[in-house]
């Protein structure tokens, strides 16, 4: 059955192109300038969602499996739109970024895992000084999600699109199943979406 859904979830994700070990490699091309200065706690405007998406099916459909855990409704899509900006920006699936937040923080902003990693994606303070500013914030909204994306992003770059083992590399456990299986069981059980299909998750 795992087997199953890891192959299903890859099977999905071809089409894109514990927090973070606390060893990291040279950042690939790709991710090396991509964290700028002027990033900050506020959320992405409508107008910055538009731009990458077709329409806004994706932040209904999200939004009503989101409500149990940001009740606010402003927050929740402000949320959903900064989640959904990062991840394409970043070349991944949304779906994949909201399965990891979930895991790693239970959607909880100022989340702070036993080793020190702050915010949605638990991202470590280390991370800062290699792809960042002194003066970003890691509980911040947009920076959080913009640092965690571009992580992802380097190892999935650094595995050849391997979904698995990237996510494997965020976690720090590389070469062990339980972590990327979490999040591709989330994924299919609870953020799966495909714009085609009727939306019964309400």
């Known amino acids: 059955m795992h087997k199953l859904i890891y192959l299903s979830v890859l099977g999905l994700l071809s089409g894109f192109s514990h927090a973070n070990n606390s060893q990291y490699e040279q ?17 992405v405007s409508y107008t910055e969602y538009a ?5 806004i099916a994706w932040l209904v459909s999200m939004s009503r499996r989101l409500e149990k855990y940001i009740p606010d ?54 991370w ?9 914030n890691l509980f911040h909204l947009r920076v959080n999600l913009r640092y965690g994306c571009t992580i992802l ?10 979904y698995f083992r990237a996510l494997g590399r965020y976690n720090g456990s590389l070469g062990e199943a339980a972590y ?3 999040i591709f069981n989330k994924w299919q059980t ?13």
């Open 27 to 43: 950042l690939t091309a790709s991710t090396q300038t991509v964290i700028f200065h002027g990033i900050s706690d506020q959320a």
């Open 128 to 136: 800062v000084g290699v792809i960042g500013h002194q003066d970003h």
């Open 73 to 126: 409704s402003l927050e929740r899509e402000e949320f959903l739109r900064t989640v959904f900006y990062e991840a394409t920006r970043a070349g991944l699936d949304p779906q994949i970024v909201l399965s990891i937040i979930q895991v790693e923080s239970g959607f909880k902003k100022y989340a702070v895992s036993h080793a020190g990693a702050r915010g949605y994606m638990q991202v470590m303070p280390f």
């Open 190 to 202: 609870t953020w799966r979406y495909t714009a085609s299909w009727p939306d019964f998750s309400s």
């Open 51 to 55: 731009a990458v998406a077709d329409n």
């Open 180 to 182: 990327p299986q979490l």
């Open 153 to 162: 992003r380097h190892y999935l770059d650094q595995e050849k699109g391997d």
